[in-house]
């Protein structure tokens, strides 16, 4: 990941920005409105406090490295995104959605890194807590769908090419593979660390119905309390 995040910075691929080749809309535009609330609702901010929510969460449930590993996903994304663009200083195109914005700070796009990042981060979250397929695989989706969502928002208001947005996937990306790999949360297939908590169970194996399916409850009862 982080070869490829530093190809594509020093290619900078500007071939595939034609991917999005409708013009940002006029000023005060209903299409351009919607995706600047869009893009306001799911500011990074946003985002990452909900990560922090999730690390809150994690850290209760003794999912300690997990949870340093999303802190530090979420400060590597917001430095890295943050130096790239001083570095790089890509001029943003055309539009009259700017605002408050830089004209040289377009990659890579600061609202999709940290909307891919919260979106890694969910799916995270949700295979340690839950620990079944299923629900791991809806949370990527949802994660991706709104990260996609935020993407298309600002390629629409025009503040973003398509490299730049796609730029900003990969260096959340990268940066949560790297932090998962300083801190060991790659190995969140592993019970959490921690004391064990007892589990008594008492009943009459004549009296017992069912007793096959009572003892795999209890075995998966007592993996889930570790």
């Known amino acids: 990941t982080g070869v490829f995040l530093a190809a594509w910075t020093l290619a900078l ?16 535009a209903r299409a351009g409105t919607v995706a600047l609330v869009r893009g306001l609702v ?4 946003v985002a990452y406090l909900a990560m922090l929510v999730l690390v809150v969460v994690l850290v209760r449930r003794r999912w300690r490295d997990l949870g340093a590993s999303l802190v530090l996903a979420g400060v590597l994304t917001v430095t890295l995104t943050t130096v790239v663009k001083h570095v790089v200083a890509r001029q943003r195109p055309v539009t009259d959605w700017l605002g408050g914005l830089h004209a040289d700070a377009s990659f890579p796009s600061g609202h999709a890194s940290a909307a891919v990042a919260l979106a890694i981060a969910a799916t995270q979250f949700t295979w340690a807590v839950t620990r079944r397929r ?13 990260a996609a969502a935020v993407m298309a928002g600002r390629l629409v208001l025009g503040v973003h090419h398509v490299s730049d947005v796609l730029g900003g996937g990969l260096v959340a990306a990268f940066c949560a593979a790297l932090a998962g790999v300083l801190t060991g949360a790659w190995r969140t297939g592993a ?4 004391p064990p908590r007892r589990l008594v169970v ?5 009296r017992v119905r069912g007793r096959v399916g009572l003892e795999r409850f209890l075995a998966s009862e007592a993996a889930r309390r570790g």
């Open 134 to 146: 299923r629900p791991t695989v809806v949370a990527g989706v949802v994660g991706g769908l709104i």
């Open 13 to 28: 691929p500007t071939v595939i920005d034609v991917w999005w080749p409708w013009p940002a809309p006029v000023a005060g």
């Open 42 to 45: 799911l500011q990074p901010v």
């Open 202 to 206: 008492v009943w009459h194996p004549q």
């Open 191 to 194: 019970p959490p660390a921690g």
